[in-house]
Every structure is written in structure tokens, then in C-alpha cells.
């Protein structure tokens, strides 16, 4: 564990009375023995005056981008934090200084293997943005034919990031496990896991290449969408630490006053946000799970049917087509209070065990959605439905599914934009009938057909080798059938020794007894007759093979 960091950790931690996050009373007393002389400290005004939530936001931000990304990671699992906490870590932003304008340039040169004034027509020293891990820089391509060049944005990773993440994962999963073995409610919490699942995000962010790779496909699944709008990944330009985009002119998505200032349709920009959520999560399997608000914007053109622009393709998520079964028909049986249905799918789904008993799941799912359904259907979360439901999966041991945290993270971002936008969403009325439509596709016979001619090739392939596949399955039973049957009569055996064995033992142990008691008269005449047939019983037992 990297000492010198540690003690940093220490120190804020200290600073911000971290430990006040947990109620003393949860806390093992060998860990209040611990900070007990650490209280005696002063400790600033201000500092007491702040909520846990804020307490541990400033933290992360004391300790770095990478504890700040880490927090953004944090605030997307209301199924672990409480929504006050919850609420303050949404606050973090993702700003830091940038580095020199030479070491950019420099790296940009290494990558590409050319000069920046050869590469680009122009090329601004100043960036646009800095974040934790890369920075953005504004550019021109050179034209053809005497016409001005694309406008593009560069983006790079900044020197030395990647040895700074690993560093600070590496603490991250000693802080993890320590939390998990030591405090009483640790295991609940998942530390690890979290710590994991911000690996999978934070390295996905360090490969460029796969980030372009993302924006394409994007790009290629929405080709002529009026619904959503991807920059153009120029190729000749992108290596795994340098990518050039097209750059976009755009509205920030959290520009009310501008949105509306253009008259833009807020109802309908609201809902094919959602459209857009479900198109890319069930007909495309692909879907871009860090729709956070600086990351998307909605252009400028035709504000009455306002299309969505999205950035920053390094997280994207897809589920098996099981997955996409099973939870569209999860949220149907939800909306159609059908718990039954829903407990019964989590089985088949293999997301909670077989042996789990369906009674009592179904109870559970009932106790938790009937409350919310009481409501008006557009003043339901959605996403806080998802998330409720998981929820009480994982008190039935559901085993957390990296597939499903990207999903409702995803969901969290989509839904809570769209009530920013248009606060009357009914999120349900968009989404009810898209899965409807979806469900009755799935079976429809031009989908089987398509699957047909997709996988028809490899069939034909195989198919001649089927007879000598069922030939040699059978081969192969035959050969075993015997084995089988000796491990069978050894199991039995086995089982009826044991019984025997079981049997001496008890009936040793009562002849012990009968012993004991004929050596004291005095308590052999107060043992009722019954007592006797049990002596009976015990040399039974003993001579029994």
C-alpha cells in the first residue's frame, strides 16, 4: 500500500470527520478506541456545519480527480447510499487545471509521428476543457480544393495517467476490503464491488481507440436519426492516447433558459430522450451508459423537433439477449402488478438462485411496489422502480449483474434529465409501448426469418456433422453407464455404513448412561420403566450391520 498517500487519505479523512459517516453505534469499539483521541482535535466551524454528504464530496475533491470520478461512480448507486449523500456527490464536477499546452503537443506529435502545424490547419493552444483524465484542445483540418477544413476537437490523455490510476485503484481495494472486514455493516455496502465496477469504468476511459470504436457504432445505429446526433471519428488521426472528433455546436442539455429561449419542444425533447434510452437498450443492444448532463447537448437546428447530440463514448454497456428478455418482460409484469410474474422471472433469469423461495420473493417485490404504484403513474420513477426492485432481489442473494448497474445508472441519468427538461414526464407512457411493440416483434416471423438467414450459414456448416456428434454422445453414455452404476452402489454403501456408524455411536453413548446409572442405586430406582426399553433400543442399535 502506497504509505505516503495513505497518510493523505488519513488526513482529510480527518480533517472532514469521516468516520461521523457511520453511526457511532454501528462502529466495533476497537475503531472508536481508534479516533477517539483523533475527536480531541479542533476541528473548523465551518467543518461542522457541513452535512456528511458535503463532508464527504469536499473530500474527494481535496483528494484528487481521480477520488472525484470515483465519487461521480458513487453517486449512481442509490442502491447503496443514502439519497442525501446521494444528492451532494451529484454535485462533484470534474474540472481540473490543465497541464502545459507543450507537453500536449508533444504527445499529440509522438502519436501521430508529424507536427501540429502539419497535422492541423489550426490548432489552439488553449484548451476547451481539462478533466482527470484527458483535456480538449480546438482544431482545424486542412481543406481540399482551396475549402476551409473541418472544425475538429482533439482530445488527450494526460501524461502519466494511467500509473495514477492504478496507484489509486490499488488503495481503493485495500480501503475496500478493509471496510468490508472490519466494519459491521460492510459487507452490505459492497465496498469491493464498487471499487471493481470503477475499475471497469475509469479503464475504459484510458483506451482512446475503444472510445472512437464506441462513437462509430453510435454513430452507425442512429445513421439519419432525427433522435440523436454522434460526432464523426477521424481515424487518420485517433492512436490510444490521441483522438480527433468532429467538433459540434450545440446547447448544453442544462441551458433551460436557452433551450427555451429558441423554442425548443420541451415535452417532446423530454420523451425522445427516453425514446433514445430504450432504442439503443432493446433494438440496438448498445447503449451509452454515461448520458450524465455534460455530456449531452441538443442541437441547434429545428428546435420544434429537437434532436440530442451525445459526447464521450468511453462507457457503453449491452446485455444478452436473455437479459433483454427477461427485463422487458420485468417491467411489464411490474406495471401490470403481476409479482408473481416478476419473482417467477428472476428465477428463470438465473438472477437469483432456483431454491429461492417464490412465496416469500413475491411478497417482498409486493411490499416494495405497491406503495409506489399508489401514485400516479406520471409521478413514478421509473428508475427508482428498477432500482427498488434489485434491491430486494440482492435480500434473496441476487448476484450483482455489471450488465444491470450500467443499465439503471444509465436509466438514473435518462429519467432525471428528462424531468429537468419537462418535470410532467410520464416516463411509463413512452416506455409502456415500446416494450409492448418490442415483445411482439421479438416472435414476429420476419425477426425469426432474420435470425434464420444470420445463423442459417453456420447451421448448414454443422449440420452434416450432427449423426457423428449423436453418435459419439451416445458412444460415450454407454461408456459411463457402468461407472455410473459402481459410483451409485458405492454412494449407497457408503450411506448405510454410515447409518451403522451413527448407530453404534448412539447406542454407545446410552449404554454409557445405563452404566452410570447402575452404579448409583439411589437414581436407578427413580428411572420410570420406559428408560429400560430404551436401553433396549441402544443394544439394538449396536448389534445392527
Known amino acids: 500500500m502506497p504509505i505516503a498517500r495513505s497518510i493523505t487519505i488519513a488526513r482529510v479523512f480527518l480533517r472532514y470527520r469521516l468516520n461521523e459517516l457511520v453511526p457511532a453505534e454501528q462502529q466495533p469499539l476497537w475503531l472508536r478506541a481508534l479516533w477517539a483521541p483523533a475527536t480531541l482535535l479542533p476541528q473548523s466551524r465551518k467543518t461542522r456545519e457541513m452535512s456528511r454528504g458535503e463532508r464527504l464530496r469536499r473530500a474527494l475533491e481535496d483528494l484528487g480527480p481521480i477520488y472525484v470520478k470515483f465519487g461521480q461512480l458513487l453517486s449512481t448507486r442509490p442502491d447503496l447510499l443514502p439519497p442525501d449523500i446521494v444528492l451532494e456527490l451529484n454535485k462533484l464536477q470534474d474540472n481540473v487545471p490543465p497541464y502545459p499546452a507543450e507537453q500536449c503537443i508533444a504527445r499529440i506529435e509522438a502519436a501521430l509521428g508529424a507536427g501540429v502545424d502539419e497535422l492541423f490547419a489550426e490548432f489552439a493552444r488553449e484548451p476547451l476543457a481539462s478533466a482527470s483524465v484527458a483535456q480538449v484542445h480546438a482544431a482545424r483540418l486542412h481543406g481540399k480544393n482551396g475549402q476551409p477544413g473541418q472544425s475538429v476537437v482533439v482530445k488527450v490523455l494526460r501524461p502519466g495517467i494511467d500509473r495514477v490510476i492504478q496507484d489509486d485503484l490499488r488503495l481503493l481495494g485495500h480501503i475496500a476490503r478493509w471496510i468490508e472486514r472490519f466494519l459491521p455493516d460492510g459487507k452490505r455496502l459492497r465496498p469491493a464491488e464498487v471499487v471493481e465496477d470503477y475499475r471497469h469504468t475509469i479503464e475504459g476511459e484510458l483506451d482512446l481507440v ?33 483522438m480527433v472528433l468532429e467538433r459540434i455546436d450545440g446547447i448544453p442539455v442544462t441551458d433551460i433558459a436557452q433551450l427555451k429561449a429558441q423554442n425548443t419542444d420541451m415535452e417532446l425533447l423530454a420523451e425522445r430522450g427516453v425514446e433514445i434510452f430504450f432504442k439503443q437498450v432493446f433494438e440496438h443492444n448498445f447503449f451509452h451508459a454515461d448520458m450524465h448532463p455534460g455530456n449531452i447537448f441538443v442541437s441547434r437546428q429545428q428546435p420544434q423537433r429537437p434532436q440530442y447530440i451525445a459526447i464521450d463514448t468511453a462507457i457503453v454497456g449491452s446485455l444478452t439477449r436473455e437479459d433483454q428478455y427477461y427485463l422487458a418482460r420485468n417491467l411489464l409484469a411490474m406495471f401490470r402488478r403481476d409479482y408473481r410474474m ?33 401514485k400516479p403513474l406520471g409521478e413514478i420513477s421509473f428508475a427508482r422502480v428498477l432500482i427498488s426492485l434489485f434491491q430486494t432481489a440482492r435480500r434473496f442473494d441476487m448476484e450483482v449483474q455489471p450488465q444491470l448497474v450500467l443499465l439503471q445508472k444509465t436509466l438514473l441519468n435518462i429519467e432525471g434529465l428528462g424531468r429537468q427538461l419537462y418535470p410532467q414526464l410520464d416516463l411509463w407512457k413512452t416506455a409502456h409501448p415500446f416494450l409492448e411493440r418490442w415483445m411482439r416483434d421479438r416472435v414476429h416471423p420476419r425477426t425469426i426469418m432474420g435470425e434464420i438467414k444470420r445463423y442459417g450459414p453456420e447451421w448448414l456448416e454443422k449440420f452434416p456433422q450432427l449423426p457423428q456428434m449423436a453418435f459419439s454422445a451416445l458412444e460415450q453414455g454407454r461408456e459411463l453407464a457402468p461407472q455410473l452404476h459402481r459410483l451409485g452402489d458405492q454412494l449407497a454403501g457408503s450411506q448405510r455404513r454410515g447409518r451403522a456408524q451413527y448407530a453404534r455411536r448412539i447406542a454407545g453413548a446410552l449404554l454409557a448412561a445405563g452404566a452410570a446409572l447402575v452404579a448409583s442405586p439411589d437414581l436407578l430406582a427413580q428411572i420410570p420403566a420406559a428408560s429400560w426399553a430404551l436401553g433396549a433400543v441402544a443394544l439394538a442399535l449396536l448389534l445392527w450391520p
Open 210 to 242: 475503444r472510445e472512437a470504436a464506441n462513437a462509430s457504432q453510435l454513430k452507425r445505429n442512429f445513421s439519419h436519426s432525427p433522435l440523436l446526433y454522434i460526432p464523426e471519428v477521424y481515424w487518420d488521426y485517433t492512436r490510444e492516447n490521441v
Open 342 to 374: 416478476v419473482a417467477e422471472l428472476h428465477v428463470q433469469s438465473g438472477w437469483v438462485r432456483a431454491d429461492t423461495p417464490i412465496n416469500a420473493f413475491e411478497a417482498s417485490i409486493r411490499a416494495v411496489c405497491e406503495p409506489i404504484f399508489e
